[in-house]
């Protein structure tokens, strides 16, 4: 209920509805007064109650008219930045790996088209591109954390249905091309995800950086994630944080 109220009460949204019930309210008052109808000492009510009812009357119309529609919410849940590994080939930049859940509260739909910018001291906008999830990544950091590709949004929702009601938890991969990892993960950075469906309709997720962020090795239901062990042979390393730099 309230990821629908977030996704129905936008700016946009909600002005239009507030200006519609208002002019609503105002002629059916209007209507009163021509027609000679007192309100005698009712009238405060009137402005409570008429209102509300024109207010929900929109609401639930404009849903109709929409047909319902899918009405996609969710939550990046985890974060790692570090530099892109030497191995994979990439050029030198930030790789940026998510953990989301992700539900469909309306109409059956599929998703496609995952994005994410950053909101930087540097650059207002910073976009990323996809990168590919290997088949293992390894975090010796954090306890040997290791991530397979199993579990990558992309793998689970290519060829799927997002039915309603569904949840589905997964990794996402981004690159912050010649973006060096210490220039990311700062307090008040603003994480864009976005995700479209089959008819370009679009969703996004934001995510700000506390002062303090979670990024100990943690189990996600519905992930295969393995803490603790030596990763297999293959598997991606991925790099260490930066030192902290030393005050003079």
């Given at each position: 209920?309230?990821?629908?109220l977030?996704?129905?009460f936008?700016?946009e949204?909600?002005a239009?509805?507030v200006?519609w ?6 002629l059916?008052?209007?209507?009163f ?7 005698a ?5 009137y402005?409570l ?9 929109i609401i ?11 009405q996609?919410?969710?939550e990046?849940?985890?974060i790692s930045?570090d530099?892109i590994?030497?191995?994979?080939g990439f050029?030198?930049g930030?790789?940026i790996?998510l953990?989301?859940l992700?539900?469909n509260?309306?109409?059956a739909?599929?998703?496609e088209g995952w994005s ?10 910073l976009?990323?591109?996809p ?6 990544m390894?975090y010796?950091?954090?306890n040997?954390m ?10 689970k929702?290519a060829?799927?249905i997002?039915?309603k009601?569904?949840r589905?938890?997964g990794l996402?991969?981004?690159?912050a091309?010649g973006?060096?990892?210490k ?8 994480f864009?995800?976005?995700v479209q469906d089959y008819?370009?309709?679009r ?6 950086w506390?002062?303090?962020q979670?990024?100990?090795p943690?189990?996600?239901s519905g992930?295969?994630?393995?803490v603790g062990?030596?990763p297999p042979?293959?598997?991606?390393i991925a790099a ?5 730099t030393t005050?003079?």
């Amino acid at each position: 209920m309230v990821q629908f109220l977030k996704s129905e009460f936008t700016l946009e949204r909600a002005a239009s509805k507030v200006l519609w019930t208002i002019l609503f309210a105002i002629l059916t008052r209007a209507l009163f007064w021509l027609l000679n109808v007192s309100l005698a000492y009712k009238e405060l009510w009137y402005w409570l109650i008429v209102p509300a009812i024109y207010l929900a009357a929109i609401i639930a119309f404009t849903g109709l008219a929409r047909g319902g529609g899918p009405q996609i919410a969710g939550e990046i849940e985890w974060i790692s930045i570090d530099e892109i590994p030497p191995s994979m080939g990439f050029p030198p930049g930030s790789l940026i790996v998510l953990i989301v859940l992700i539900r469909n509260i309306g109409e059956a739909t599929s998703l496609e088209g995952w994005s994410l910018s950053l909101q930087t001291d540097e650059q207002p906008r910073l976009e990323t591109i996809p990168f590919p999830c290997p088949e293992t990544m390894c975090y010796p950091q954090l306890n040997n954390m290791t991530l397979v590709a199993a579990d990558s949004l992309h793998n689970k929702l290519a060829h799927k249905i997002l039915e309603k009601g569904e949840r589905v938890r997964g990794l996402l991969l981004f690159d912050a091309v010649g973006v060096p990892p210490k220039n990311l993960g700062k307090p008040g950075q603003v994480f864009i995800l976005s995700v479209q469906d089959y008819q370009e309709r679009r969703w996004s997720i934001n995510f700000k950086w506390k002062t303090q962020q979670d990024t100990g090795p943690r189990m996600f239901s519905g992930m295969t994630i393995s803490v603790g062990t030596p990763p297999p042979p293959g598997t991606i390393i991925a790099a260490p944080p930066p030192a902290p730099t030393t005050p003079p």
